[in-house]
Nanobody
Framework: QVQLVESGGGLVQAGGSLRLSCAAS????????MGWFRQPPGKQRELVAR???????YYTDSVKGRFTISRDNAKNTVYLQMNSLKPEDTAVYYC????????WGQGTQVTVSS
């Protein structure tokens, strides 16, 4: 069983930065594909970024050059550094772990004011 706990969300002005953290329990963290998803108000959940166990990354086009995903396997933690935030980044952000099954955190709200 894997449990994921996100933190770091909040309210920020456009152009500002936030760093989300996701602490994972369980022994699979170092081999799991980790990711961040988001769900804007009234819209479907979408993939933001992923990082493999070896550190390869993927970003959706809308966040390339602004967001950085990273992981610390020694701390069982994955991060999402978000810079140059825009109002359209407003969403609930979810941490995801994929290894034989999908695991989700409870989500953290990010609100970007214009």
């Amino acid at each position: 069983q894997v449990q994921l706990v996100e933190s770091g969300g909040g309210l920020v002005q456009a152009g500002g930065s936030l760093r989300l953290s996701c602490a994972a329990s369980g022994s699979i963290f170092s081999i799991a594909l980790m990711g961040w998803f988001r769900q804007p108000p009234g819209k479907q959940r979408e993939l933001v970024a992923r990082i493999t166990s070896s550190g390869n990354t993927y970003y959706t086009d809308s966040v390339k050059g602004r967001f950085t995903i990273s992981r610390d396997n020694a701390k069982n933690t994955v991060y999402l550094q978000m810079n140059s935030l825009k109002p359209e980044d407003t969403a609930v952000y979810y941490c995801n772990a994929l290894y034989l099954a999908d695991y989700w955190g409870q989500g953290t709200q990010v609100t970007v004011s214009s």
